[in-house]
């Protein structure tokens, strides 16, 4: 028999570790310490924070990351974008699913109000849009507008936050995500893709951000991060910049032009439910 004294023990362990996804010791100085530095910040009001979380936090995430082979991804496979997602909440590997949980926990929102001077953020349980995300040699995401309500809520949607989970990233690589002016003439902010580096930025019909050139890292390699979005009930007024509900707005930088495959003119000319089974049966 057992008096039952181990299970208390390992529960509070659990805790602990629960309690330790998030720097809660940090979060309250950087709010304040910060919040002038990212209302500043150009193009559009961003901050960049190194070293954020503990890394052992994030070497678990990495450690059950999926494949890129890995059957839950979605392929998004377009001239403007070649990248893999995954965002089904039971399919989320357990630790990485319970880190999500903390980043939008209402302690985070908190932070994030106070950091970014937005009242009454919402946190996305479905992770739409985001979750994990994984670029491939190759891959890229043209320079675009994030799209503006919530699929199944109709939120606004008003904040993103990026953690990249790149260890040993040279620059040759590429995959640095930029940030381009309100006219798309200028790309003014680089940002390399490193690990434990965290990117907050404040969308707008003018946020022109992306990494739009193809990836060079050796094969075997990724380019991996998290992305968490975070929405408002709206407040009465209308979005710098925003024209009624819309999806992912493209945008081709100076010179640039986005070639189209057979197979993408053929995807546009296919119905969606016959081109997904299609997909899948050759897949």
Request: overall charge neutral; proline content about 7%; glycine content about 8%.
């Amino acid at each position: 028999m057992t008096d039952g004294s181990e299970q208390p023990r390992a529960f509070a362990s659990d805790k602990a570790v629960l309690r330790d996804f998030l720097p809660y010791g940090k979060l309250e100085d950087i709010a304040k310490s910060k919040a002038a530095e990212y209302a500043a910040a150009r193009p559009f009001p961003h901050i960049i924070l190194d070293d954020f979380f503990d890394p052992a936090i994030l070497d678990a995430v990495l450690d059950e990351f999926p494949n890129p082979r890995d059957r839950n991804w979605t392929l998004h496979d377009t001239p403007e974008e070649l990248k893999l997602q995954s965002s089904v909440e039971n399919e989320i590997p357990l630790h990485t699913r319970h880190f999500l949980y903390a980043l939008n926990s209402g302690y985070f929102l908190k932070f994030l109000e106070k950091l970014t001077g937005i009242p009454n953020l919402i946190a996305d349980p479905h992770f739409h849009g985001g979750g994990l995300h994984q670029i491939v040699p190759g891959g890229k995401l043209a320079i675009h507008i994030d799209f503006n309500k919530h699929l199944e809520l109709g939120l606004d949607r008003r904040l993103n936050l990026i953690l990249y989970l790149n260890k040993n990233w040279k620059a040759e690589y590429g995959g640095d995500f930029e940030l381009w002016n309100r006219d798309m003439t200028q790309m003014e902010k680089r940002v390399a893709p490193l690990f434990n580096r965290v990117l907050i930025f404040t969308l707008s019909g003018h946020s022109y951000h992306g990494h739009p050139d193809p990836l060079l890292c050796p094969d075997g390699m990724t380019r991996k991060s998290l992305a968490l979005f975070y929405y408002t009930n709206g407040d009465g007024t209308d979005r710098e910049g925003w024209s009624g509900r819309h999806s992912s707005l493209w945008h081709k930088r100076p010179g640039e032009r986005f070639k189209t495959s057979a197979k993408h003119v053929a995807r546009e000319l296919t119905p969606p439910l016959l081109w997904r089974a299609l997909a899948k049966f050759s897949g």
